[in-house]
């Protein structure tokens, strides 16, 4: 199996058996209430809403759907 296909299998919790969890479920946590406070900033500072923020948060969202919603 290529090392490409093994990476994406474990990013998105598709293994045999699961391997971080309770480790994801935490950075995403943490990556998101970075992005959420960042965006806030950012908007206050330029008084428009940035996207950058609002694209982290879906990515990973996303991220997290697939590793639960998985057969």
């Not at 299998?9 to 946590?29: A, M």
């Not at 990556?31 to 879906?58: K, R, S, Y």
């Amino acid at each position: 199996m290529s090392r490409i296909r093994r990476w994406f299998l474990y990013i998105t919790n598709n293994e045999e058996i699961s391997r971080h969890e309770e480790l994801f479920d935490i950075l995403f946590f943490i990556i998101n209430t970075a992005a959420l406070v960042f965006g806030v900033v950012m908007f206050i500072v330029h008084d428009e809403p940035q996207w950058i923020p609002v694209l982290v948060i879906e990515y990973s969202w996303a991220l997290d759907n697939m590793r639960h919603n998985r057969p």
